[in-house]
């Protein structure tokens, strides 16, 4: 069983950068696909990133690509995901997600697939 714990949201203005934290908590990150959704307000919350012990760091969204990179920590078991040049677009809640024996490839990291959830956190892009 994991628990996962997101921290780093909140107020950002356009063209800013911020940093998203999700800590892992009930086992280690190396049996995991792990990553990022997101959820905007009256939209269906739509994968974003995903990344695994054996696989590259994947940003999935092409209006993303450039200005996400997520990252892996396996000493304090904790993704980051760093998103610069914020725009009003990304404001949304962030889901870090997980799925044991995943693959962030193909359609292995849907949203239907996930085991597990965090709470998010809030995200808003404004001046």
């Known amino acids: 069983q994991l628990t996962l714990v997101e921290s780093g949201g909140g107020l950002v203005q356009p063209g800013g950068s911020a940093r998203l934290s999700c800590l892992v908590y009930?086992?280690?990150?190396?049996?995991?696909?792990i990553g990022w959704f997101r959820q905007a307000p009256g939209k269906n919350r739509e994968k974003i990133s995903c990344i695994s012990e054996s696989e590259r760091g994947i940003i999935y969204l092409d209006a993303l690509k450039g200005r996400f990179t997520i990252s892996k920590d396996n000493a304090k078991n904790a993704i980051h995901l760093q998103m610069n040049s914020l725009d009003p677009d990304d404001t949304a809640t962030y889901y870090c997600?997980?799925?044991?024996?995943?693959?962030?490839?193909?359609?292995?990291?849907?949203?239907?697939?996930?085991?597990?959830w965090g709470r998010g956190t809030q995200v808003t892009v404004s001046s």
């Open positions: 997600a997980a799925r044991f024996e995943g693959s962030c490839l193909g359609n292995g990291f849907d949203l239907t697939r996930v085991d597990y």
């Open positions: 009930g086992n280690t990150l190396d049996s995991y696909a």
